[in-house]
DNA sequence: GTCAAACCTTTGACATTTCAAATATCGTCC
DNA sequence: GGACGATATTTGAAATGTCAAAGGTTTGAC
């Protein structure tokens, strides 16, 4: 490559914003993965350290929190993105702790529902409002108008993906 | 709060385009996890459909790709954001499926290094170029200037959290 | 009514994950 | 040259995660 050509080629590249060049979408995923993990994981240490709770468990019991009625166990695994029978697991765990609740409905015995149980929701109560201090706490230095932006542009991304899954994966 | 001081504060909300009220990073962190988990998910489904690998395996060979002398264990944990213990059991499944390979160094026997087999670099080749086309498909409905937007700004968002963390996580 | 297909959850095998404690080695101070 | 603190990895317990297969239950077709 001579010189001048590589001078056009650069310059194109700068012009189009994406010096970068290719895999912008590799790029992409390997910094959203990246900045996921870091907040899993002060999050998961605060949990732990100030409720002795994990974050899967915190998890299970917001989709519970919001659905007072109690969810069946199909139903939780699809909100929470978690298999079948982990959920099983998942839900004993919480059962044993005395935080929710398994109930079978009289209509359909393959079904079970779980449930908070009024210990469960004061204890999620108060875990909800720390957690959300901590996002806040953490995303500080971020221009709110940003966070609205990348709330909007993260949800093209995840409509994109949705339109492009291999499985049997649709909503 | 009187009627006329809740009217005023609605439309300020209004005005700011941001209806959604409160708990904006909040909304922005479920957003991106979830998004995160979806496209975890779909690539862990196709390692494994396509070459029967698990994604932190992958992760794993990725680092170890690019510094082809190979790196210590440690140095592995903190690139993978892995702790110490986890990096112990996926090398040494690597190592039985001959993808890997641990070396002592002469100089310090506390330290193990892992480096690629000429097996593991052919198949992790293999992997990575599918992994970035799969990346591509799956966000091909988004702008590339959104993607690089997004880039952009979740780095902001990484940043800030960075300096936000309670533990002792410091770079 | 009965049988088969569909549905819901659990189970079992295995991999990944964290944390804390244990192990092993190195470097240094005296 | 021995003890101590710092480093580096491994181990062990418990939880989370996937997948596939097995268990009950219900429903619908006949």
Redesign the interface.
């Known amino acids: 490559m001579t010189e001048s050509e590589s001078a056009t080629v650069d310059l194109e590249i700068i012009v189009q914003?994406?010096q970068?060049g290719k895999?912008?979408?590799?790029?992409?995923?390997l910094?959203?993965?990246?900045?996921?993990?870091?907040?899993?994981?002060?999050i998961r240490?605060?949990l732990r350290n100030e409720f002795g709770a994990t974050l899967p468990q915190f998890d299970l019991m917001a989709q519970l929190y919001r659905e007072r009625e109690g969810l069946r166990l199909g139903e939780l695994s699809k909100r929470t993105?978690v298999t079948n029978g982990n959920v099983t697991g998942l839900v004993e765990r919480l059962e044993a702790d005395g935080l929710v609740q398994r109930v079978t409905p009289d209509g359909d015995r393959r079904v079970t529902v779980a449930k908070l149980t009024a210990k469960g929701e004061t204890s999620f109560s108060a875990m909800a409002a720390a957690?959300?201090g901590w996002?806040?706490?953490?995303?500080?230095?971020?221009e709110?108008a940003?966070?609205?932006?990348?709330?909007r542009?993260?949800?093209?991304?995840?409509?994109?993906?949705?339109?492009?899954?291999?499985?049997a994966d649709f909503d």
């Open positions: 914003g994406a970068e895999k912008l979408e590799l790029r992409l995923w910094r959203m993965l990246s900045t996921t993990k870091l907040i899993s994981q002060e240490r605060r993105m957690h959300e996002l806040r706490d953490m995303m500080a230095d971020v709110p940003i966070v609205s932006e990348l709330w542009d993260i949800g093209a991304v995840k409509s994109s993906v949705s339109n492009h899954l291999s499985g």
